[in-house]
């Protein structure tokens, strides 16, 4: 079985590459996305993103409007079918203006080795702003 481990490598990997259909094929049909989790700009709610059509629509709404993503983890960790990778991201915005935040990202993988959870704990308030 694939490890949530590895797939939240995929995961991230095809987010930096802009992967939209190789991203959203690594998520299971039920699949829930909460990013950030609870009630935020992106999600007033605080249900989070579920179904892959959800999911489709929060790529399309706020992963893509991107023009470049990159994670650096510093720890991961594992526990049964799920991992905490701990670390941030930086996500540069059209304009060149860069935005980096702590990070921890939780994923959870079902019997298949799909993905049926993402849960990504960031503050909106905690986010640093730079040029390029």
């Not at 994670?71 to 996500?91: K, L, M, P, Q, Y």
């Amino acid at each position: 079985m694939t490890t949530a481990l590895e797939m939240s490598r995929k995961s991230m990997v095809a987010s930096e590459a802009k992967d939209r259909d190789g991203w959203l094929a690594l998520f299971a049909e039920d699949a829930v996305v909460e990013d950030p989790v609870g009630p935020s700009f992106i999600d007033p709610e605080g249900a989070g993103q579920r179904g892959k059509a959800a999911i489709a629509a929060f790529y399309d709404n706020v992963i893509s409007q991107s023009e470049r993503i990159r994670f650096t983890i510093h720890r991961s960790i594992e526990c049964g079918d799920e991992v905490a990778n701990i670390g941030e991201i930086t996500i540069t915005l059209p304009g060149n203006q860069s935005a980096t935040v702590p990070i921890c990202n939780i994923y959870r993988v079902n019997a298949e080795g799909l993905l049926v959870s993402l849960r990504s704990f960031w503050e909106h308030d905690k986010l640093q702003f730079s040029e390029g």
